[in-house]
């Protein structure tokens, strides 16, 4: 799935920078027919875990230094998604973390070549805190349609379970 990794990458770069190794501010339990893959930070992940099919589950950690809003982070995704890098929102709506924290799940398809890819993402903004500065975490799931409607469920039981520390 290259083109979702090109996509990804700019996110980060657009973004304004990952926050790599040191703690999680977060907890995600990926399906259980998911791997956790070894070394996620390479591909600027702080999680990242696939299935047999394609289908990746992935969490990044960006700073949000200018403690930009939930509504700043959407907003500045999805235009990106959309006119930057050809992907059609389906559907948007607010979430919330298994741990409280108000989110936005993103539900979005794009045509590359002759297949469909599905990809969602979800948003939540961590608030700087006397320990340190905040943080934006974006919790990403996609591939090819026909694999990703035979997990979807499993993938949306496990964004919901989806803690902020």
């Given at each position: ?15 304004g920078g990952l926050t ?119 919790v990403e799931a996609g ?23």
């Amino acid at each position: 799935m290259p083109a979702l990794a090109r996509l990804l990458a700019v996110l980060v770069v657009a973004c304004g920078g990952l926050t790599l190794g040191g703690c999680r501010h977060f907890e995600l339990e990926p399906p259980e027919h998911f791997v956790v893959l070894d070394e996620p930070e390479r591909r600027g992940f702080a999680m990242r875990a696939v299935n047999a099919d394609g289908v990746v589950l992935a969490v990044r950690e960006v700073d949000n230094d200018r403690t930009g809003s939930l509504t700043f982070w959407v907003d500045a995704i999805r235009n990106r998604l959309r006119t930057v890098r050809g992907y059609a929102l389906l559907e948007e709506r607010p979430v919330k973390a298994a741990t409280g924290e108000p989110g936005h799940q993103l539900r979005l398809g794009r045509d590359q070549g002759t297949q469909t890819y599905d990809y969602w993402v979800t948003i939540f903004v961590r608030p700087p805190t006397l320990l340190g500065d905040g943080h934006v975490l974006v919790v990403e799931a996609g591939g090819r349609r026909e694999e990703f409607a035979r997990v979807q469920d499993e993938l949306g039981k496990a964004i919901s379970g989806f803690a902020v520390r």
